[in-house]
């Protein structure tokens, strides 16, 4: 049960009331936005709830326990509020959500109704739908070490060890020629071994997305000139003078760790487990049953 501050529960008890609601979106890089479904600007926290923002919102569903409680955001896409290359490029991706019950006449009798974070967005040529995903949400992700041959952990981070900062391992690039939205021609990584970044991750530093960034799908070096390709187009093209870091990828088998990094003692997985095979297995008359080693 949601329990409103006195000042809204006696405004709610009066039978006429001057509701709306309001949405509060803080994005990863900062930036902080407001949607109301009010006919005028709200402000409050330091934050303008902009109308005209298209935002309507399907029904809250609360739920007992920790079930996951979803509700859909939809909008429409306009230039001065939520982009398509925007939402496009990532820049919405799990952006926390606030949605606030507001008293339009008294904005300080608010109540927060739900807090969450954006997961899955659909989109159309005009239009949007987010689905918000409640704070339970992060309690359905798996958890604990799972037994398989591919290693567990992410290259360079704690359990890895490996120092993505050093040499053959981080690169700054600028884009010489654009192939088509996934692949493009870069000069400034002539230390990076050839498909050192496959898998590995890029970061734009300056251009139409700067600040995104994209995972790495093959990477091939000759001459001084290195070629990438990335597994999403990008939200704005990718121009010629972007500029970029990327790290490098791995494919998380046992002999990349041991041949490339000599990092087998921190291997996350287990290579010499046996397979389907050998646990379907079964003894056979003649075939010498002798406890050996199955050859």
Known sequence: MKTLPPAL????AGGLTTLCRCWRVDRRDGVVMGFT????????DAVTFRAASGFTATA?????GLAVSNL????ALSSDALTEDDLHGGRYDDAAVTIYLVNWADVAQRVI??????GQVSR?????SAELRGLAAKLDQPAGRIFQRSCAWDLGDARCGIDLGASGNHGAGAVTDVLDAFEFVASG?????SGALTRGRLVWTSGANDGLAVEIKAHSSSAG???????LPMGAPVTIGDTFDATAGCDRTFATCRDRFANTVNFGGFPHMPGTDFAMSYPNQGAGNDGGKIT
């Open 60 to 64: 809250i569903e609360g739920q007992l």
């Open 9 to 12: 529960a006696n405004h709610v």
């Open 225 to 231: 000139v290195s070629r990438l390709a990335i597994y």
């Open 37 to 44: 479904d009010f006919d005028r600007d709200l402000v409050f």
């Open 72 to 75: 859909d955001v939809q909008g």
């Open 124 to 128: 159309g040529k005009l239009a949007f």
């Open 113 to 118: 109704l739900r807090a969450g974070n954006l």
């Open 189 to 193: 990584m002539s230390g990076i071994t």
